[in-house]
């Protein structure tokens, strides 16, 4: 167990009908701000008999829209059960189990005899929906193998944004708002001993910021709340040196440099490109570990990781081909090396650890930056960074590069989430931009939480985040960009 704060309160998850996103600043900052070992006290792995390691996480979202009685806030997901002949809408059972059934899928396995690992990752909007539905039923399930300590070392939670923002094209001072929303809301659940082992850090879509200034303040606000590490997507990232990629099975170093010249780091795992979710489904992962052997790391000889996310809910081999998969893929491993040598399954965290246990140090991986930014860069003397020699630099580049942007870089890169969104994005930076110059001077003035805790801060602050979700800004325009006019004048009403 890990060591927390005396006299920690007990979090209300719903507040006049509201989630637990704000008002325990102080405290959550305290539980998850700590240098102790998560996965070390407890792993049954031992780096020296293992080749090559593989860690797959499960990325879980639903929105939430004004779709309910009378306009009300719901999980699409509920949507979707009471509108069951639109669209796709026959899958909200299939949904909602796959919610549901790692809570099943990881007792089973281990009370086997197979030593299995999953990440998860579930947005603030699911978790709340959940809860409007009165599907305790799944939130319990999730309980399980989040606090008892006979499945818990085989799970981990990945932070997010807590209603699905993009990072590139969220309001910067928002970023560390959505963070620790999460925070609170996954605490408000599962308990502060639980939130103290969330140290990994799932971006939304995948996406990366490239614009300097934006990727310094996201690297920032992580870190000033308590993540060690993130996932980054392999065509996001370049070497400092403009190049891409070669060693995507370690750890890498993201450096983050903002147009002062301040520079800032992070750990990142790298997931390797393809169909994420039929790679995940069939476990593609593990196999392609299978074909690794031990690389240099330092001075150290280590195995390396192959990372893979995918939607964990979303589409027919998800569904339908990835609980055999899975199972399929830990029974193997126990049938060679009995689960706990050769290949085997990790977590993010647990990896980390235990190259730090062996000695590896953080200064010893690969360095990279986000895709692009080698150029800018370029451009820029060492005695001039400022806001305006990077964007002067950032103009020069489009002139002779069309296809140059800093609008940052996703699993989805066929998708644009700002072009031919300015009906959706000019109201979310409106919106953003009159709840700070309502609220940063109270308070800056109150020392902060007497604020957070009210209700009036808690409903602006919900409407706020949730214009920001990314399915606004996904489907196209019609019934979703709606939506988001929607929750902007309600916002707007409520400021």
């Known amino acids: ?46 780096l020296a008999d293992i080749n090559a390691v593989f860690a797959i996480a499960l990325h879980m979202h639903q929105p939430t829209i004004p779709a309910g009685q009378s306009g009300s806030l719901i999980s699409n ?4 059960f009471e509108h069951q002949h639109e669209g796709d809408n026959h899958n ?22 197979c030593n299995p690992r999953v990440m998860l990752d579930y947005s603030g909007n699911l978790l709340w929906g959940l809860r409007q539905m009165g599907r305790s039923d799944i939130l319990d399930n999730l309980k399980r193998i989040t606090c008892d300590t006979t499945y818990q070392p085989y799970v981990e939670w990945l932070g997010t944004m807590w209603s699905h923002a993009v990072i590139p094209s969220t309001p910067i001072a928002d970023i560390k708002l959505h963070i620790l929303a999460w925070q609170h809301h ?14 990994g850090f799932s971006p939304p879509e995948m996406h990366l910021p490239n614009h300097p200034d934006i990727l310094f303040a996201f690297i ?26 070669t060693q995507k099975h370690l750890p890498h170093r993201l450096i983050a440099r903002n147009s002062q010249g301040e520079t800032i780091s992070i750990t990142a795992l790298i997931k390797t490109q393809g169909s994420d979710t039929k790679l995940v489904a069939q476990m593609q992962p593990y196999y392609e570990a299978k074909t690794l052997f031990k690389q240099q790391l330092g001075s150290h000889l280590v195995p390396p990781i192959v990372s893979q996310i995918g939607d964990g809910e979303n589409g027919g081999v998800m569904m339908n081909e990835f609980p055999s998969g899975f199972k399929q893929a ?9 689960g706990k040598t050769g290949v085997v399954g990790v977590c993010g965290t647990e990896y980390l650890e235990l190259l730090a246990d062996a000695g590896c140090q953080t200064e010893d991986f690969p360095h990279c930056q986000p895709v692009g930014q080698h150029q800018i860069w370029q451009q820029i003397s060492a005695d001039d960074f400022s806001a305006n020699a990077v964007e002067n630099a950032i103009q020069e580049i489009k002139k002779t590069n069309p296809h140059f942007h800093v609008d940052g870089a996703s699993w989805t890169n066929h998708i644009s989430w700002v072009q031919g969104y300015e009906n959706v994005l000019s109201p979310m930076y409106e ?7 309502k609220f940063d001077p109270l308070l800056a003035k109150n020392s902060g939480e007497s604020i957070t805790k009210q209700t009036h801060y808690r409903q602006n602050l919900l409407h706020n985040l949730l214009l920001q979700t990314s399915c606004f800004r996904y489907w196209g325009q019609g019934a979703w960009t709606d939506y988001a006019r929607e929750i902007y004048k309600r916002g707007q009403n409520l400021l």
């Not at 949904?95 to 899928?105: E, I, L, Q, T, V």
């Open 220 to 245: 920032k606000a992580l870190k000033e709340c308590g993540y060690l590490w993130l996932l980054v997507q392999e065509h996001t990232i370049e070497t400092i040196t403009g190049e891409s990629i």
């Open 431 to 437: 919106l953003s931009n009159s709840f700070h110059q």
């Open 330 to 338: 830990w029974g193997d491993m126990v049938q060679h090396g009995g």
């Open 1 to 46: 167990m890990l060591k927390l704060p005396h006299n920690l309160p007990t979090l209300p998850e719903i507040i006049n009908d509201l989630p637990n996103i704000s008002g325990w600043e102080t405290e959550v900052l305290s539980v998850v701000n700590h240098d102790q070992p998560v996965f070390l006290p407890t792993t049954n792995l031992k």
């Open 92 to 113: 909200a059972n299939p949904f909602a189990y796959c919610y549901s059934r790692m809570g099943d899928f990881i007792p089973e396995l281990v009370n086997q005899g």
């Open 186 to 199: 996954f605490a408000a659940i599962f308990g502060w001993e639980a939130l103290a082992r969330v140290k």
């Open 77 to 80: 997901l509920q949507y979707m």
